[in-house]
């Protein structure tokens, strides 16, 4: 006899989970996406060994029904076998009652059973509710009465397909010894029967259903799951530790399934690919603070590669190089031709990377401090026009002011947030007034003792912008390629911050101090050249006696208390405070320089506005601008995005050369096997 089906529908909103925690799913193992263009960039076409069985934005979902599930059957399946282990005894104490009694009571118990049986209540409610085909004319005045309501129905059939549907899925039947009244329940024929010993059946863990289903992006899926979390009901300590310790070992599962000489391909797949909202698993463990994922060993071999080889830029439509892929296929073409375009493309693609970002700014600061330190040895600087060299420097200064000012208006609370943005700011008013200064006095100034004046002013603000251009080369150029400047950042960094009460306290002792000495002999010593002394003598200058001109007994006084305070408490301060700060760091670096590589490494890729190319990123956002707000553009144009990359490669265009021709020699010298069977096509 044939089940009938299920009388619920399939998943709905309300009833979701009564159709997503199958654990059966496809074993599919290749997905490929083909999407159309938009906003006139073609989207990603990919051919992804591993890719999940479902819809990516479908994968939290399904990954929080499985918990959920895998949890229900766990539970349920120990409180059967504590029931079962609990009626052993009960079964052995019965038995000899049972076999003593059992001729007497026979037919008793045949007959209650019958009563209480399925068969017996299912045909009572059928003769009940008159379900056969017989006239309404042979049926009694209270027969009549009687009528089916489709509540009845509802609630049975909505038994039914639970019942049906816990089989499917596993689950034991808590109630199949106990009768059960309505049209549409099974009949059972040994209701009387004693049921046999449970035995709990193998329940896969929940990483094997996770990855069963999402395949390489289980972990990213994992923590996609964990952010929902942290965003709906806040930060949760065990549930994040749970979900961290559910990913590392769904990637377990994952590799140990794989052969040794592709496991770290799949491991390279499953936490660099943008599976999840654009978004790949490191980057989700970076914005969630995953600490146990990114201490992992695995996870920090995969983050230091990933800062050499860089993201895959043909399957990123976010990235810059990937507008200018064609939908022609070039299989057709030469096989040398296109193995030469190919790394080509991938060579300038490696030009948006943060690793390549990083060498070519500071290759530029290099060749900005050059220039500077030539000028500054410029024996004629205050008596002759400037020099050919010297315009190409004051362009490298022009330029640095636009961009330094660009970045301060457009994000002025992070660019103030940092330590090395004062440096900067000081070393470019410098420059720029030097720059301004010397012009002025060359061609606006007539008299030669007044130009004469300026131009060494001029030359005076150079020399004193010269240690900040030394200190920008080690705070502001290196820090986002070399861990020790981002340390050093990093340190004098905190302990100015923890420091600014004892420097806010020290400045108010020399201005109480100034204004009571320069109160008692303004007639003797002009104010401006007290505060000038009283700053050299907290710096242990040796004219700090010249403050006791014409009063020595009171202003010894007040000068004793004032280096006193200076001196020894200010300073002990000081120094107590940058101890302090260096202990409570010093514990925490390996954590810090884990965090600050990720960061680095996971920075988007883009071609960078540096010194030399700051006007032509400003006409490239003016044409943006102009056709966003004046042509009511609602999407960027993707032929100004192209001109501003061509203009961007032109423009660097002998560096990506040299750097190419170098890279060349060594890869012919030391890797010519390889070179060699890439070109061959029988390989």
């Known amino acids: 006899m044939s089940t009938p089906s299920s009388p619920i529908p399939r998943s709905t909103e309300t009833t979701r989970l009564l159709n997503t925690s199958n654990n059966h799913y496809g074993d599919a193992s290749t997905s490929i996406t083909i999407q159309p263009e938009t906003n006139g960039y073609p989207q990603a076409r990919s051919i992804v060994s591993g890719a999940p069985t479902i819809p990516s934005h479908l994968l939290t979902e399904k990954i929080q029904d499985i918990l959920i599930f895998t949890e229900v059957k766990k539970n349920q399946q120990e409180r059967l076998m504590e029931e079962s282990r609990r009626r052993i005894p009960k079964k052995a104490s019965r038995k000899t009652d049972d076999s003593s009694s059992s001729s007497s009571s026979s037919s008793s118990s045949d007959s209650d059973s019958d009563d209480n049986s399925t068969k017996r209540a299912l045909k009572k409610k059928l003769s009940e509710w008159s379900l ?28 039914f397909a639970t019942d049906k549907w816990k089989d499917k899925h ?76 559910l990913a ?57 590669e990933y800062w050499i080889r860089g993201p895959k830029w043909r399957e990123d439509p976010e ?56 000028v500054v040895g410029n024996l004629d600087y205050t008596s002759d026009t400037p020099f050919s060299f010297e315009y190409t420097y004051y362009f490298y200064v022009v330029s640095d002011l636009l961009l330094e000012s660009y970045r301060l208006f457009t994000a002025p609370k992070h660019y103030l947030s940092r330590l090395s943005s004062y440096i900067t700011l000081g070393a470019v008013f410098l420059l720029t007034y030097s720059s301004v200064t010397r ?41 986002d390629v070399f861990w020790f400047s981002a340390k050093i950042n990093y340190i004098l960094g905190q302990c100015i911050r923890n420091g600014a009460w004892v420097f806010g306290l020290s400045i108010l002792t020399i201005v109480g101090f100034w204004v009571a000495l320069g109160a008692f002999q303004y007639e003797d010593v002009p104010p401006v050249t007290m505060l000038r002394l009283l700053i050299l003598g907290a710096l242990h200058a040796p004219q700090i006696g010249n403050t006791l001109f014409y009063q020595p007994q009171i202003a010894s006084i007040l000068l004793s208390i004032y280096l006193f305070l200076t001196v020894i408490v200010m300073g002990s301060l ?26 680095r490494n996971l920075t988007p890729c883009r071609l960078n ?24 553009r609602q999407h960027r144009l993707v032929w100004i995005d192209k001109l501003h990359q061509v203009g961007w490669y032109v423009t660097y265009l002998p560096n990506i050369i040299l750097l190419g021709i170098i890279q060349l020699v060594i890869a012919v010298l030391f890797k010519w096997k390889v070179i060699r069977s890439a070109f061959s096509r029988s390989s």
């Open 319 to 374: 990235h810059p190089s990937y507008m200018w892929l064609k939908k022609k296929d070039h299989s057709k073409g030469h096989f040398a031709w296109n193995v030469t375009r190919h790394t080509v493309s991938d060579y300038l693609a490696k030009w948006t990377t943060p690793r390549y970002q990083g060498y070519f700014g500071l290759f530029i600061a290099l060749t900005y401090l050059f220039h500077h330190l030539r």
């Open 439 to 479: 012009f002025c006095a060359l061609y606006c100034v007539d008299d030669i003792e007044g130009q004469n004046k300026q131009l060494y002013m001029s030359y005076t603000l150079l020399i004193l912008a010269t240690p900040l251009m030394f200190f920008r080369l080690l705070t502001t150029w290196t820090s």
């Open 132 to 159: 056969t085909n017989s006239s309404s004319a042979s049926l009694t005045p209270s027969e009549k009465g009687k009528r089916v309501r489709k509540r009845d129905f509802a609630v049975d059939a909505f038994r």
């Open 248 to 304: 590392l070992e769904t990637l377990t599962l994952s590799l140990d399934a794989q052969v040794s000489s592709t496991s770290h391909i799949i491991l390279y797949d499953m936490l660099t690919t943008k599976w999840l909202n654009n978004k790949c698993a490191l980057e989700w463990a970076y914005e969630n603070n995953c600490q146990l994922i990114l201490n992992d060993p695995r996870v920090q071999a995969v983050i230091e």
């Open 609 to 632: 506005t540096f010194i030399v190319n700051v006007i032509w990123d400003g006409f490239i956002g003016f044409l943006h601008w102009t056709s966003r707000v004046i042509f009511r």
């Open 170 to 245: 596993g689950f034991p039947d808590q109630q199949q010894h106990q009768p059960v009244s309505g049209p549409y329940t099974r009949p059972s024929s040994d209701a009387t029967k004693q049921a046999p010993t449970y035995r709990p059946e193998k329940i896969p863990s929940a990483a094997e259903s996770i990855l069963k289903v999402a395949k390489n992006a289980s972990v990213c899926a994992v923590l996609a799951l964990l952010h929902e979390r942290r965003q709906s009901s806040g930060k949760d300590f065990a549930t994040d530790i749970s979900l961290q310790k």
């Open 574 to 599: 000081l120094v107590s405070s940058f101890i302090s700060t260096m202990l409570e760091i010093n514990p925490r670096l390996d954590t810090i320089k884990k965090e600050w590589t990720l960061r």
